[in-house]
């Protein structure tokens, strides 16, 4: 195992430091590392908050900040956060209006947020997220897996947040937006997790995983390598056969690397991506390429589709400022 650590046990605070240091003027730390908060509150405004395992990043801390989540709570390395962390964020960033939970759908995730919630002296809801078309179930989650999609339901409530709606408006947007977010993976390469020291799977050079999880798990099956084309074929097909939406209608795609494939592929994975919607009469009005919701240094990407309409389309484009979103 090659990376760039101290020592195993000290890798998840070592990070948050040097990320809050980078991100001073965005985002501040909260006591014994518990979650990393926005740096300035918007009084009266309903709190967003996520987390889960360290090991996804930019997810969740990259996304704090205005237009997205008021604070993250990171638990260790694929390792869901803890109740207290979720709780204190709330504590920490409620300025009233109550407080959503935005929960990928993973056994430990959503176990834990639910019991923060119940503790929770004030007002808390919350939006799971579970747009993984390629499990109905896995080691990890009962139900379909919360992905890449997870980052679409955060910024486009993060938006309708910042307008003022209230939190049970907020809850209902947010589980709107996950009903019509699908998206599926590929592996080219497993993952190490650093307590491990070795990789969460095995694959020959000729292989590839198709339907993978962001914490490395296998997918639907393994399968020799195809072309950017033919995976992009069964990555899109598996998505607009499991998501109904007429032709002419726009949709927003996001490309999301895994952690270790370069731009240039994933640029080259959002054309072939580009060229089989076309071909569907399906119109990108919005689109995102980049590695977002990784797998620590896995090799590989997915893709995420959203239908879109006009409320959507403008609260994607509503001004959002966090270390790794900003426009």
């Not at 965005?26 to 967003?48: C, M, N, P, W, Y």
């Not at 834990?112 to 990890?140: K, L, W």
């Amino acid at each position: 195992m090659k990376k760039l650590i101290n020592s195993i046990d000290t890798v998840l605070t070592e990070a948050l430091d040097g990320f809050v240091a980078s991100h001073s003027d965005l985002v501040s730390l909260g006591e014994d590392h518990k979650f990393i908060r926005r740096k300035t509150l918007k009084q009266g405004k309903v709190a967003l908050i996520s987390g889960g395992g360290a090991g996804h990043e930019p997810l969740h801390a990259g996304f704090v900040g205005h237009g997205m989540l008021d604070a993250a709570c990171p638990g260790q390395v694929f390792t869901s956060p803890t109740p207290d962390q979720m709780l204190a964020a709330a504590q920490a960033v409620d300025t009233g209006a109550g407080v959503l939970y935005i929960v990928k759908n993973y056994e430990g995730d959503v176990m834990n947020f639910e019991m923060a919630a119940e503790m929770a002296a004030g007002a808390v809801q919350t939006v799971i997220t579970d747009d993984d078309v390629a499990v109905e179930t896995s080691t990890y989650s009962t139900g379909r897996r919360g992905v890449a999609g997870t980052l679409i339901v955060e910024k486009l409530v993060g938006a309708a947040a910042e307008e003022g709606r209230n939190l049970e408006t907020l809850q209902s947007f947010g589980r709107s937006v996950n009903s019509r977010t699908r998206s599926m993976g590929v592996a080219l390469t497993s993952c190490t997790v650093p307590a491990a020291g070795k990789p969460t799977f095995t694959l020959a050079e000729d292989e590839m995983e198709m339907g993978v999880g962001i914490h490395g798990e296998p997918g639907r099956r393994s399968v020799k390598l195809a072309s950017a084309d033919d995976i992009a074929a069964e990555l899109t097909g598996a998505i607009l056969g499991d998501l109904e939406i007429k032709s002419g209608s726009p949709v927003l795609l996001l490309v999301n690397g895994f952690g270790g494939t370069p731009s240039m592929e994933l640029y080259l994975m959002a054309n072939a991506v580009r060229r089989i919607l076309a071909g569907r009469g399906l119109v990108v009005a919005r689109s995102l390429t980049g590695s977002y919701v990784t797998s620590l240094e896995m090799a590989g990407c997915s893709v995420t589709l959203t239908a879109l309409d006009e409320e959507t389309i403008k609260l994607w484009d509503a001004p959002v400022h966090t270390p790794a979103l900003n426009w």
